[in-house]
């Protein structure tokens, strides 16, 4: 609501009213619009907490662990040259089919919710 009592004429006050109740709408639409923009963003980008992590290289103990299947593998500078690195491919590639799937499978089931 907007209460104006400026000028003497009631169109003219009614007017400018119509004008602060549309710039507060718009104020409002914009910063709604900028919210989920900025919650979209921080959901894509993350925090770069530790639970978030992919893949740790620890040079001290020359072991490589790679989070989502729970795999560590020893030998880090020949896995970084691209020397040795099959026990960790052959650890990493089925948990993350599975994973595909599983995210196939939500994508399916949110499809078929939404028809």
Do not use: W
Request: proline content about 3%; overall charge positive; some cysteine.
């Amino acid at each position: 609501t907007a209460a104006i009592q400026d000028e003497r004429s009631q169109h003219k006050n009614k007017q400018k009213a119509l004008k602060l109740i549309a710039a507060r709408v718009r104020d409002a639409l914009r910063e709604e619009e900028a919210r989920q923009r900025g919650d979209a963003r921080n959901s894509l980008m993350g925090s770069g907490d530790r639970s978030e992590r992919i893949r740790t290289y620890n040079f001290p103990q020359d072991r490589v662990t790679d989070h989502r299947c729970k795999h560590s593998e020893h030998g880090i500078g020949t896995l970084l040259s691209g020397g040795n690195h099959e026990g960790l491919v052959d650890r990493f590639a089925p948990p993350m089919r599975r994973m595909h799937r599983e995210e196939l499978i939500q994508q399916l089931d949110n499809t078929t919710e939404n028809e």
